[in-house]
């Protein structure tokens, strides 16, 4: 993809807002924080998003006022729709795990251009970790590159990360055939893991949204991973609805086996 050098100076920004964004969460992070709970009791929402929503608002707009803007905390409006960059952030993905002590959770910053993912910064400080990749600068984690390719054992079952609601779609044995794993309270590490090659692949049950998805993408592109559909159709971001249906995170390699274990859905 070009323009690697505009790209690169919108990951900088990124990754300084992200650290801003981390010393918040973590100023808060098993303190007690305010929470609201919103869909109906089933999400929560804290004190530290809504200030970290307005962080990164206030830091990325300042710089890129010609960007458009996509939260999980902030309303959303069709002006993205008209804006060729958007930034995707979730403020906190793992909110119940945020709000409730346990470390897996992460600032998530994205920025699409044309729809397609070219910088994502995952700031996960109660881990340790500070993940970021930008279109053709490759994936780091620490600043370590990620590695392109697949576990050494070839013959080992695929590890792969599966919801129960996936798992009641499978075909009849089609479980047999993985090592399932957890897959943690934030999506977006579980769809880095991939990246990083802790897991082979991440099913993804309905009704995410690009701001779970849309760094953890980048990741997965720098190492010659995909997100797909059901139908094996790469994500493609800033869409007037930023749901989404079921989604497989895995190698090129990998995805087409990996969704063959799925039963054919409805239409197909």
């Given amino acids: 993809m070009q323009a690697t050098e ?117 700031a996960a400080p109660a881990r340790g970790e500070l993940w970021h990749a930008s279109a053709g600068g490759g994936a780091f984690r620490n600043e370590v590159r990620l590695i392109q390719g697949h576990g050494e054992n070839a013959d080992a079952p695929l590890r792969v990360a599966v919801p129960d609601s996936v798992a009641n779609a499978m075909r009849p044995g089609a479980e047999a055939s993985l090592e399932k794993l957890p897959g943690g309270p934030s999506l977006a590490l579980r769809i880095a893991a991939v990246a990083q090659g802790s897991l082979d692949g991440v099913f993804v049950r309905p009704r995410s949204s690009e701001w779970d998805l849309v760094a953890a993408d980048m990741m997965l592109r720098e190492t010659g991973h995909v997100l797909v559909d059901q139908a094996g159709v790469r994500m493609v971001y800033n869409a007037p609805d930023p749901s989404r249906g079921l989604l497989l995170a895995a190698s090129l390699e990998q995805a087409s086996w990996l969704l063959a274990l799925l039963q054919p859905s409805d239409g197909h």
Avoid: Q
């Fill in 6 to 122: 505009t790209h690169a100076e919108d990951l900088a920004l990124m990754l300084d807002a992200s650290r801003r964004a981390a010393d918040i969460a973590m100023s808060h992070f098993r303190k007690d924080p305010e929470v609201w709970y919103k869909n109906g009791g089933r999400s929560p929402v804290s004190e530290a998003d809504i200030a970290i929503d307005r962080l990164l608002r206030e830091l990325l707009l300042a710089a890129r006022p010609d960007y458009g803007w996509l939260s999980e905390e902030a309303v959303d409006t069709p002006d993205r729709l008209a804006h060729g960059r958007v930034f995707i952030v979730d403020p906190i993905d793992g909110t119940r795990a945020y709000v409730s002590g346990r470390p897996d959770w992460c600032v998530s910053i994205g920025l699409v251009e044309n729809g397609k993912p070219v910088a994502g910064v995952l």
